[in-house]
């Protein structure tokens, strides 16, 4: 199995949510089509106040997200919506390579 997972955990005020997801979601779709290696991207909704949203992109391999976050279209994502960046108070990127993938249903 090969895969490279990287999240971000995205700390928004309350306040400020349903304007993050809208901009968010709005970049996801934009730029993320087409994106070689890339396999999924869910941005995850916190269930309890204080929780952060999490950013979950799934790539082919760590080559291919090292590839995106050095491409074009990750400078276009991030530059697109500067103000996505004043909703976040705090953020904290984490990479993992899976050791086990258990799929229960199709």
Do not use: C, I
Not at 55 to 73: G, I, K, P, Q, R
Not at 90 to 95: C, D, G, I, M, R
């Amino acid at each position: 199995m090969t895969m490279f997972v990287a999240t971000n955990r995205l700390f928004v005020p309350q306040d400020q949510a349903e304007e993050f997801e809208r901009h968010f979601v709005g970049t996801m779709r934009t730029f993320l089509p087409g994106v070689p290696g890339l396999r999924r991207s869910t941005l995850l909704r916190p269930t309890e106040p204080g929780q952060p949203y999490v950013s979950v992109n799934e790539f082919e391999s760590e080559a291919d997200f090292l590839a995106w976050m050095s491409s074009a279209s990750f400078r276009q994502a991030h530059a697109h919506n500067p103000g996505l960046a004043k909703h976040v108070t705090s953020n904290a990127v984490e990479t993992f390579q899976p050791t086990e993938d258990l799929v229960l249903a199709p």
